[in-house]
């Protein structure tokens, strides 16, 4: 065994890197049997040098983070700042000087993971970021690795506990989507601006390195399409338990029928309370994969959070560690499929639309011929009369995103229409 | 790009091997991208020769597998025989000869591991066998790379999919055991001699190896304890029920308390219905890991099968061919632990046990005082009256096995006890 310690450096060192810190010391022979070689905390990046940290040697603090990723001596960079800059800058600096990178950086790794990919590659380093999405979860290592023998069709899950812990909290209580953010709130679960969980906006990066990762092929942040759920109602949640149904906040990336496209999106949806995924509670997360050979995979645990989020950055840092002992490098950015990622409005599914119409003779047939004029076909409609108003329930079969837009721009504009109270896609069936 | 390819030797061509052989075909292209360079088939080893293999060039077959491992030009061996001769020597003299090896042979893997790991690490090659444990589930490589930072302290699963399918169909529809054993057959879930599956043998390998990644500690066959499920009854089902449980075969590793040692065991335990694990259906596995800074996760999917099989051993061919491009290894045998295994007697849990009793006064009090002397303390007592016979339920709380087996052997003596209808472990609270 190898006696000279490798050298790692962290960049941040909040709530994932407080843990990665000491974790790294508490289990510091562990980590040494498992790499092959010592492994030694060689500076710590903060914003807030004054702050006492527990277990942390206050010599190796500082706040000059550039600095750090330049010494030349690291043999890795844990970058756990999170969002865009500083992060990619230190992140190719740290590759132009030697070390590989272990992220968490969901953000940065969305929207600029081709360059980073190609700045590892040019300098024949490694750069790790199974943190990044749905914490804790072993998934990057099990989507690029274990199925790398095998054609992933389908990933679906739930990657935001956050809006997890909302929507179980409204299926579970009944309470409003405002109760149920307050309640979060005030558990540490939401931030105090959560627009980045409930507009879908984390989920939609992590659904386009999930998608890019299971097709090999480049997928953008901006090409992931995204709707919050804050406009996920209690009535919501009615419709879907009499369809069997929870509402969950999913990302869906999906390979189109003919295997010549692929899709990423992030919205709500219904899926029966059958699936593995409507019994994921709380702030859990969870990922269901389908592919050719293995079939149907789940992958569940918590997906957020100081400890869990260590423990997949502290697996990437062996891996990382080992590999540079081998003076080897792991898989790196696999995108040769380069399949088109096509828009939203090509998606196929199923769609719940709640209405309310004029009650009165005649109502279903002109929204009936609205949707067969758009080629959507409908499963089952249900009425309900009240006061002279009435409410239509339809279910479709499967039709493009497209059609069903049109669909209902057409039952707008209808004088017995008297609003559109919801549209939600079903998933899972 | 590499252009010279890998050459692979098949040994077996039966549901799996002739299912690794057509994805290797089909899916020629996306493994020699995510490869690095092509990868060929060089020789399939049979034990029928003449039978027709569809997709498989003839000149190819052949029934003499050693000399296909000898010819020193083969890059991989893939064992998908099963048992332990010839595949033990076939995979150690495919090591003297160059070539690395993926393996699907769990009994093989419980029972000689160290030595083919040493064998492996003798020739600097690799020894890959995802496949072993859970079919088509990435549990091997999360377990020993995603969590390779971080502390397991318990795995437990559902491994053997023929006993899930005849439990599931026994609390399902409130069939007896040979009953559900005859439909899992009929369906082709259950081997004409079901053995190796209903008595846990099946399940107690994959625990042996689950025990060795997950503890970095060598588990063999011999240290789990084994109990099957055939004498699982409809009535126990009932019991279960009663307490908000269901009934599964569960493989369950875990750490001692005190962390200084291991203990692996495969036995039928009630586990709660609100369990992740309860609500896994048919013939499906699913494994639920606990660690430190992860806390709670659990992989699910199909454990067996011809192409769920062959999408894990696909996985490592692919792993395997990528480090022999970069003339380096994957982590070999972690087992720097060393821990000793502990016997059956020190696993601490909980225990539901049905007496029948005679139904006088006085006889509760003379149970309660032997679970007292044997310093297991009672959780809940429910007893039911019937014509001069009486049914006592006793759960306990958390104790030793040892102290449970000497409780019940003192039970036994009792005048007042006709007999012990049922002793089943309760898990998962």
Redesign the interface.
């Known amino acids: 065994m190898r006696t000279r310690p490798l050298k790692v450096a962290l960049l941040g060192c909040g709530v994932v890197g407080s843990?990665v810190a000491r974790?790294m010391t508490t289990?510091a022979d562990?980590?040494t049997?498992?790499i092959g070689a010592p492994v030694e905390l060689a500076g710590v990046a903060v914003r807030r040098p004054d702050r006492v940290r527990e277990g942390i040697d206050q010599d190796l603090v500082t706040t000059d983070a550039t600095a750090l990723v330049k010494r030349g001596d690291i043999d890795v960079v844990v970058e756990v700042i999170g969002g865009i800059e500083p992060a990619r800058t230190l992140i190719t600096t740290a590759f132009e000087h030697g070390a590989s990178v272990v992220s968490a950086n969901k953000a940065l790794l969305a929207q600029d993971g081709a360059a980073l990919h190609a700045a590892a590659g040019q300098h024949d380093k490694d750069l790790y970021y199974?943190a990044a999405v749905a914490g804790?979860?072993?998934l990057l290592?099990?989507l690029r690795?274990?199925?790398?023998?095998?054609?992933i069709n389908r990933v679906m899950g739930i990657v935001n506990g956050t809006t997890n812990f909302i929507l179980d909290k409204m299926d579970s209580t009944g309470a409003g989507y405002q109760e149920a953010l307050d309640e979060a709130t005030a558990l540490g679960y939401a931030e105090a601006d959560p627009t980045a969980d409930v507009e879908g906006f984390d989920a939609a990066a992590k659904a386009a390195i999930l998608a890019g990762i299971s097709f090999?092929t480049r997928v953008r942040l901006d090409d992931v399409y995204r709707e919050g759920m804050t406009e996920v109602t209690a009535a919501d949640f009615a419709s879907a338990r009499e369809m069997g149904c929870t509402i969950k906040l999913l990302a869906i990336c999906e390979r189109a029928a003919d295997g010549a496209s692929v899709t990423a999106r992030v919205h709500p949806a219904m899926i029966p309370l059958s699936h593995?995924l409507a019994?994921v509670r709380g702030a859990y997360n969870a990922v269901f994969v389908e592919?050719?050979?293995?079939?149907?995979?789940?992958?569940?645990?918590?997906g957020a959070?100081g400890?869990?989020t260590?423990?997949?950055?502290?697996?990437?840092?062996?891996?990382v560690c080992?590999?540079r002992l081998?003076?080897?490098?792991g898989?790196g950015e696999?995108a040769?499929?380069a399949l088109p990622v096509s828009p939203m409005g090509d998606v196929v599914t199923r769609y719940h639309i709640s209405l309310d119409v004029a009650d009165k003779p005649g109502v279903l047939a002109q929204v009936a011929t609205v949707f067969a004029e758009h080629g959507v076909s409908i499963d089952t409609v249900r009425q309900q009369g009240k006061d002279g108003e009435a409410s239509l329930v339809v279910v479709t079969h499967r039709a493009s995103d497209a059609a069903l837009t049109g669909t209902v721009e057409a039952l707008r504009k209808l004088d017995t229409v008297r609003g559109v109270a919801s549209i939600m896609r079903v998933e899972g069936e």
């Open positions: 843990e974790i289990h562990d980590l049997a498992r199974e804790a979860i072993p290592r099990p690795e274990s199925l790398a023998g095998d054609k090999h593995p019994s592919s050719d050979a293995a079939g149907q995979l789940m992958f569940y645990g918590p959070g400890s869990p260590a423990s997949a950055v502290l697996g990437d840092l062996v891996a080992r590999n081998n003076g080897a490098t898989p696999s040769y499929a």
